[in-house]
């Protein structure tokens, strides 16, 4: 009373999250059917992170949902729109996807980004989000990272970050994709997958 009768008004403190008004975002294409019956029909992206004792460490992983192998990986100290747009270029360099490949993903700020998006649309692909706070409609990505969680990430405690960044990749490139059997795929690794199904439709 006294404030309003001198004509004074508080200041308020920034919000403890800021709003992004009118942010793009892609609907849901995906609807929580992750079979694919073909290589790079169906994408799926997300981002983990990891403290080491000079700080935290963040890794962007792109794996395809037929074989389950990781097409694409960034790692850096913070999470921003690069992390997830090289992780991105990575798999487009490396499987070159005809157009129409769905890329899925949450509504986190990198992934509504402009870079990433553009990236994504001026490959070919079609942008896909599941709901807001609902971890089923990416299960196959979450389900990734709670493996790297009790695999490698929770297995000791991590140094440096340049300590960290090494062990993800010898896990990513090496064990996940060429030595973890997978019961999704008939415990076969996805490079021996992806091998196998190629010969049958060679043949």
Known sequence: MLMRRAGLQG???RPRYRQSPNTPTA???VD???ERSERDQ???TDITEHPTREGKVYCAAVLDVFSRRVVGWSIDSSPTAALVTNALGM???HRKPSAGTVIHSDHGTQFTS???TQRAIDSGLVPSMGSIGDCFDNAVIESFWSRVQVE???RKRWRTRV???NALFEYLEIFHNRQRRHSSIGMLTPVEFETRRQKETAA
Request: hydrophobic fraction near 60%.
């Open 11 to 13: 200041v308020s403190g």
């Open 27 to 29: 609907s849901d294409l």
């Open 32 to 34: 929580r059917k992750f």
């Open 42 to 44: 169906l994408w799926v």
């Open 91 to 93: 798999a487009i360099g």
């Open 114 to 116: 402009w870079a990433f």
């Open 152 to 154: 490698l990430l929770d």
């Open 163 to 165: 300590e960290l960044s």
